[in-house]
């Protein structure tokens, strides 16, 4: 059997106003150039890029060895905005080991967690300040700021679970979430599976 590393048990400060944890030993900051033809709209992508490439979402990260048996810390900041109709959105993945899971806490602001399976599983669900989302294994997972503020969520997953993001930006979700008349609204993907 190959033993976990020993680590020493420690505590972090997570500020629960900007989501930003201290010490933080990995910091991912995505313009809407990081997530090329993500988004359904691409002429509104073009534009929103000519106008300054937005950055659309932060993550704070606390890292510990990849070992099975380790948990990651993270929180996650999406400013609000839209590319087109699309509400800011996370690039969204599979965990490349599919049978781990991962919990949500929500922070601060309105937001959304769209997932899907690969056998055509889909399911949205609402995450408000004090939502605790648990994302079981092999679901891929996105989450979408719906509201006007920065939304804000904790999270935290397996350190050995890694990121498949080759699977999202291949076949998308199954929805996709857009304002309609000023309401979040969930609409069929039309190139879902496609690319
Ligand atoms: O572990 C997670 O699922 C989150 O911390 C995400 O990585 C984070 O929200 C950023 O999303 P993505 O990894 O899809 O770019
Ligand atoms: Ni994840």
């Given amino acids: 059997m190959i033993a976990l590393k020993y680590i020493q048990p420690f505590s972090l400060k997570l500020d629960l106003r900007t989501g930003i944890i201290?010490?933080?030993?990995?910091?991912?900051?995505?313009?809407l150039s990081d997530m090329a033809?993500?988004?359904?709209?691409?002429?509104g992508e073009q534009k929103a890029l000519q106008g300054g490439d937005p950055v659309v979402y932060e993550v704070y990260q606390y890292d510990v060895p990849n070992?099975?048996?380790?948990?990651?810390?993270?929180?996650?900041?999406?400013?609000?905005?839209?590319?087109?109709?699309?509400?800011?959105?996370?690039?969204?993945?599979?965990?490349?080991?599919?049978?781990t899971a991962e919990v949500y806490v929500g922070l601060q602001g309105q937001g959304y967690l769209l997932l899907c399976t690969e056998e055509g599983g889909s399911k949205s669900m609402p995450i408000e300040p004090g939502t605790i989302t648990y994302i079981p294994p092999y679901w891929a997972h996105r989450t979408v700021n719906v509201g006007s503020e920065d939304f804000i969520f904790f999270g935290v997953y397996p350190?050995?679970?890694?990121?498949?993001?080759?699977?999202?930006?291949?076949?998308?979700?199954?929805?996709?979430?857009?304002?309609?008349?000023g309401v979040p609204t969930l609409i069929p993907?039309?190139?879902?599976?496609r690319r």
């Fill in 22 to 31: 201290g010490p933080c030993n990995r910091y991912i900051q995505r313009r």
């Fill in 37 to 43: 033809g993500m988004y359904a709209d691409h002429a």
């Fill in 67 to 99: 070992d099975n048996g380790q948990l990651l810390i993270v929180t996650s900041v999406i400013h609000p905005g839209r590319i087109g109709q699309e509400y800011h959105m996370t690039k969204g993945h599979y965990h490349a080991r599919r049978d």
């Fill in 159 to 181: 350190a050995d679970a890694g990121h498949d993001y080759g699977t999202i930006e291949s076949d998308g979700f199954p929805m996709l979430l857009v304002e309609r008349d």
């Fill in 189 to 193: 993907n039309p190139s879902h599976g």
